[in-house]
Structures are given as C-alpha cells and as structure tokens.
C-alpha cells in the first residue's frame, strides 16, 4: 500500500527523533537531510524528492489559511504538533517555484540546567521579579531552550501570571504555579510589537518575547521592564555586551540617552551561547557568556561605555560572570571540544589562545 504525504512525513518525524535530529530540511531533488550534532546527515538509502511530493506535503500540513499566507508571502514559519512526535517549527519557503522545508524538532520536555550545561547563575537570574534578561546568540544555539528553561523554573517556584509572544510556540508550557498564556505570532497575533502592547494590559508578571526584532519592540519591552515587569527575551548577537551595544545603536542619536538609562536601570543580565559539537561528535555541548548586571556594569551603560563591558565579564568571576573564551578554554581542557572549534567559536581568539598558554 502506498504511503500517503501525511505518513511519509510522520515517518520522517519519527527518524528525526530517534537519530536525536536537532532539524529535519526537505529540498527538491535530495533525500531527506538531518542536522544531526550540529552536522548535515543524508541517509543514502532515502529517495530524492520530488517537488510534487513537497506541495503535497504542504497541502495536508498547512491549514488553508496558513497556505494563502504562503502563496501571498511565499514564505511561513508555524508550528504543528504530532500525537507521536511532538511539536516542530516548519520553515517555508519557495526555490524555483518549488515549497521546500527547515524542520526544527522541538523538546519533548524542559531539561535540567546541568543536562543544558547552563551556568548556575540562571537560576539566580530567574529569581528576578523585575527587569530585563537577554538571551543572545547565533540561530540555532538553543537560545529557545534556555529561555524555556527559566519559564519552567519561574512557573515551578512562584505564582503569577507568564504571557510568552513567540514565533512559534516551540514548547507548551502546563500551568503549574503561574498561568502561563502562549501567543503565537501570525496565528494569535499578527507582528511581536503590537503583541506586546496588548499583554501589557493582561495583568503579567513575566513577558517572554520569543525575539527583540524592531525598535517598537525593543522599546515596549524596556518600558515594561521599567515599569515592574520580567521581561526575557532574545537576541542575535555573538556576545553579552554586544547585546547591549545592539539595543542602544538601533535607536537614532538622539533617542539614545533615554534608552541607555532604561538599560542602565533595567537590565538584570545578558547570556550569549554557542553549541558546539564535542571532540568525539557524539552530541553538542554549550559554551556560554554571561554579564550581571551590577552596580560597576550599570555605571559603564550609564556612562555610554558599553563597548567596554568585556573587561567586568573577564574579572568579575565571583559576580557570576564569565567571558566566552572563559567556557571555551573549560571545555577544551575538559577534553569535550576540539581547538580548532573552541577558536572558530571564539569572539576573542587571541584571548583564547591566551588562556590555554596560562
């Protein structure tokens, strides 16, 4: 009996899963690929497929609204959910006329901070009833997953209400202490900033923004973490400060002031991340950075030195912080990544390089 575009896809779910496939890409005329360790895996007895089969496959994973926002905009990210499989993110898009697909394979469940390998000072971040978190790496480095991370430990340890704004939802948070309320943009709410306005009137405790993408955003979240709000969102930026210097050089000259004492007075701290594979290739492991804000880091973003954060992340190890080539040279002389991928990975080589001769 001939497999139908549905059981093929769940099929191709179900391979993902059990290779642990971060991603899935479906691309006319190849087999199915997956991303596995953080490398691109083609299983050689797969079939290439055709661009008939990937519009099928459109035809019964999208909604029809979904499918005319995909003719119209000829590209669409949602999520969906599979009884056997869990959720995914499917990323659409057109090549030579032809809809072809980035799958993300979602967690099934939040794991632990030493699973993540996440610094312990998250969980002291998590604590925070006010403020700004910044989450701030490269796509697909799990910033996603962290953010989650501190959802379920805030939803676990105290009660009040959680509003996320994500695109999409890649994890579905139960009610446990707090009411957590998921909006997913494009099918709950049409762009992030709008979004965000509305939630402020819906009585929150903590606003997830799943990504600070425009002004008004990063406007409307500094505003709402001025006003007594956690707020957590993410970045794509390479490292903490950069995360700092990014907020404050999307504004014109003149809006920078106010904006850079709104993060002098709000931010708690910034994690940038990486995943790399380890030494044997068998699975990723994360290096991290991580700024605190304290009483010297606030100063320096009040004084317009921003620029200049890396040196408090470099000596401030007993606030919690760390520099990235900090984790780097950790995790080479714990003999769990490679030097060639803790110096491609470095923002700052030299200073790796000057780490492991100490």
Do not use: W
């Not at 979904?66 to 599979?82: H, M, W, Y």
């Not at 401030?316 to 760390?322: F, K, L, N, Y």
């Amino acid at each position: 009996m001939m497999k139908t575009p549905k059981d093929y896809f769940a099929e191709l779910l179900h391979a993902a899963r059990k290779q642990d496939a971060s991603d899935l890409h479906l691309v006319a005329d190849m087999p199915p690929a997956y991303r596995v360790n953080g490398e691109i895996v083609i299983p050689p007895d797969r079939e290439p497929l055709s661009g008939e089969l990937l519009n099928n496959l459109t035809k019964v994973l999208l909604s029809a609204e979904q499918q005319a926002r995909l003719e119209k905009e000829r590209e669409l990210c949602v999520s969906i959910f599979d009884a056997d499989c869990g959720r995914v993110r499917l990323s659409l898009y057109h090549h030579i006329g032809i809809v072809e697909m980035a799958i993300r394979m979602c967690n099934l469940q939040v794991k632990s901070a030493e699973e993540l390998m996440l610094p312990p000072i998250i969980d002291q971040l998590a604590e925070k009833t006010s403020g700004l978190i910044i989450v701030s790496g490269p796509t697909g480095m799990g910033k996603t997953t962290t953010l989650n991370y501190i959802i379920d430990v805030i939803n676990s340890s105290r009660r009040g209400r959680i509003i996320t704004i994500e695109d999409p939802v890649e994890f579905e948070h139960p009610h446990k202490k707090c009411i957590v309320t998921q909006i997913e943009v494009g099918t709950d709410t049409n762009d992030f900033a709008h979004c965000l306005r509305s939630v402020l009137r819906l009585n929150p405790d903590v606003i997830v923004i799943g990504e600070m993408r425009d002004l008004d955003t990063m406007e409307t979240a500094l505003t709402a973490a001025e006003t007594g709000h956690l707020v957590l969102a993410t970045l794509h930026t390479p490292s903490a400060s950069g995360a700092v210097e990014r907020i404050v050089s999307s504004f014109e000259g003149r809006r920078q002031p106010q904006i850079v004492m709104q993060l002098a007075t709000t931010l708690q701290g910034a994690i940038a991340q990486r995943l790399l594979p380890t030494a044997d290739k068998e699975r990723r492991v994360l290096a991290t950075e991580v700024l605190i804000a304290n009483d010297a880091v606030r100063n320096m973003i009040r004084e317009g030195k921003a620029h200049m954060l890396y040196n408090p992340i470099c000596t401030s190890r007993a606030a919690g912080m760390h520099s990235l080539e900090d984790s780097l040279s950790d995790l080479y002389r714990r003999g769990l990544i490679t030097i060639d991928h803790a110096l491609a990975n470095a923002n700052n080589p030299g200073m790796l390089q000057r780490l492991l001769k100490a």
